[in-house]
């Protein structure tokens, strides 16, 4: 079965190929991260106007490099929450509109469960002319299986950190989620405070990358100078990152202060100007070292999300961990997840870097397994901005 997926639920306008739910043959996003760049964040007049100009290209290039015509295509997918309403509304408008002029299925995603699905996703060799027969080959003995139930996901986006139980397909059972801000908001907004930019997850981790490499190869001790605090909220699976974040913003101020008054960093005494954007002067002559501040959020984050997912793999004797969303693309949480999770023998999965983030893959993949059980949405389908998983009450 082909999928038409179409994604735009936030700034990224997105339209993916996807056969049987795993076998990737298109995936376009057409990004406004260098026009959101500007703001430092999403501007959702601005986000809905550029979707609108890009939905039908993007669909159109998808189909080119599928090589597939619109007689191939069974069904067409769009997701209808959660996320902004003017964006969720140009992707699902399209969709519909599409269903009815070609006489195709028509069916509505929810985001949440686009990325989890994203952990079925492979990327097809068979679709890419230039791939040879021998990689193809390669290709197929490597390709991951299907996530095994039951299973743990931790979905982990900008918007969203939840931590749920799968015992099949569309079946979720929610065991905690954030009770402030989610991680990659965390990391967004930290990356505002140290002047990294936007996205944040990426610039974070980059820097943090960076900066523990310096101290590598200056033989110095690579632990992170900085205690940062971290919300256990013992006996429950429930998150919470406002706290980090506000520690950052003193600690950041602080440095600032001490620096103005000489007094010395602890950062074993290194100064290294590549990493210092933070947004004042004493930074920006390189005087305080902002890839290490970077490393220590990431180690405080990291920290809590996979001891408590590791806790919940184990109560819940899970076959699997999947992680999703935007920030189960950073190697740190993927690294540590593994560490964790090793000793138990339980497998982590997680997907290729280009379906962590906002993409149509997903949701064409998440549509499938719905449609395999002839669900269908009617073309009166709205959209809903904040949406949920539909969790069982247990
Ligand atoms: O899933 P996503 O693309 O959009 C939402 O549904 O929200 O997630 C975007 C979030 C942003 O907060 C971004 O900073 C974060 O994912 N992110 C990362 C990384 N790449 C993206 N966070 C940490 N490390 C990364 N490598
Ligand atoms: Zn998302």
Redesign the pocket.
């Known amino acids: 079965m082909l999928v038409l997926g179409i994604e735009s639920?936030?700034d990224e306008t997105g339209a993916a190929i996807v056969k049987d739910g795993r076998y990737v043959l298109a995936n376009v996003v057409a990004s406004q991260t260098e026009i959101h760049e500007r703001y430092g964040g999403v501007v959702p007049e601005v986000a809905s106007r550029q979707q609108l100009a890009a939905a039908l290209p993007v669909i159109e290039t998808a189909l080119q490099q599928a090589h597939c015509g619109w007689e191939e295509i069974d069904a067409i997918a769009a997701t209808y929450g959660p996320g902004l309403a003017g964006s969720l509304l140009v992707g699902l408008t399209v969709g519909k509109t599409l269903a009815l002029a070609r006489d195709l299925p028509f069916l509505g995603v929810n985001?949440l469960e686009a990325?989890i699905y994203a952990n079925w996703l492979r990327q097809s060799l068979d679709s890419d002319p230039q791939a040879g027969a021998a990689e193809k080959e390669t290709e197929r003995a490597y390709l991951p299986g299907d996530p095994l139930f039951p299973l743990v996901c931790l979905i982990v986006?900008?918007?969203h950190s939840e931590l749920v139980l799968m015992r099949d397909h569309a079946d979720y059972l929610l065991l905690g989620r954030t009770r402030d801000d989610a991680a990659?908001?965390a990391?967004?907004k930290v990356a505002r405070i140290l002047g990294l930019g936007y996205?944040?997850?990426?610039a974070?981790?980059q820097a943090a990358r960076l900066a523990e490499e310096e101290l590598r190869q200056q033989s110095l001790p690579a632990r992170n100078p900085y205690r940062l605090p971290r919300a256990w909220l013992r006996g429950t699976y429930d998150f919470s990152f406002s706290g980090l974040k506000t520690a950052m913003l003193h600690l950041a101020e602080g440095l600032v202060a001490d620096q103005q008054s000489g007094r010395p960093l602890p950062s074993g005494g290194r100064q290294i100007s590549r990493y210092t954007t933070m947004g004042s002067e004493a930074a920006r002559r390189g005087q305080i070292h902002i890839g290490l501040l970077a490393a220590s959020f990431q180690e405080a984050i990291v920290d809590v999300l996979a001891v408590k997912t590791r806790m919940a793999a184990q109560e819940y004797h899970v076959r699997q961990v999947l992680l999703a969303?935007?920030?189960a693309?950073?190697v740190a949480l993927r690294a540590r997840l593994e560490e964790e999770l090793a000793p138990l023998s339980i497998q982590l999965q997680y997907p290729p870097i280009e379906f962590c983030?906002?993409n149509a893959a997903m949701v064409a993949a998440a549509a499938f397994f719905h449609l395999l059980r002839g669900e269908r949405h009617d073309l009166d389908l709205d959209v809903e901005p904040s949406l949920s998983l539909p969790f069982r009450q247990e």
Request: glycine share 24%; net charge negative.
């Open positions: 639920s936030c985001h990325h986006s900008g918007a990659g908001e990391f967004d996205p944040g997850g990426p974070i981790q969303g935007g920030v693309a950073n983030t906002d």
